[in-house]
Nanobody, 128 residues
Framework: QVQLEESGGGLVQPGGSLRLSCAASGGTFSSYAMGWFRQAPGKEREFVAA????????YYTDSGKGRFIISRVNAKNTAYLQMNSLKPEDTAVYYC?????????????????????WGQGTQVTVSS
């Protein structure tokens, strides 16, 4: 059983930056691809970014390309999401998730149903 805990959310002005962290425990972190998702009020949970087990490959949603960077440090059992040039529409609860699925493809990494474990989420609010 893997436990995931997000941190680093908060209130930031438009154009600002935040770095989210996802600390994992209870499993072999490097056995899991990691993903970040977000959910705004009244909307479905949506894919933000994903990183492969060793950190060699990444995917991003179109809205995050050039602004968000996903990374991981397996020795620290932690994944990160650096978010720059934040916009009000980035406001949401951000979740990290771990997938044991060995298939590395965008359709599968975008699919919430292919992830085995989820954190409790961290609120990100972008507002002036």
């Amino acid at each position: 059983q893997v436990q995931l805990e997000e941190s680093g959310g908060g209130l930031v002005q438009p154009g600002g930056s935040l770095r989210l962290s996802c600390a994992a425990s209870g499993g072999t972190f490097s056995s899991y691809a990691m993903g970040w998702f977000r959910q705004a009020p009244g909307k479905e949970r949506e894919f933000v970014a994903a990183i492969s087990r060793l950190g060699l490959n990444t995917y991003y949603t179109d809205s995050g390309k050039g602004r968000f960077i996903i990374s991981r440090v397996n020795a620290k059992n932690t994944a990160y999401l650096q978010m720059n040039s934040l916009k009000p529409e980035d406001t949401a609860v951000y979740y990290c998730a771990a997938a044991s699925d060995p298939v590395w493809s965008l359709p599968r990494r975008r699919d919430v149903n292919t992830y085995d474990y989820w954190g409790q989420g961290t609120q990100v609010t972008v507002s002036s």
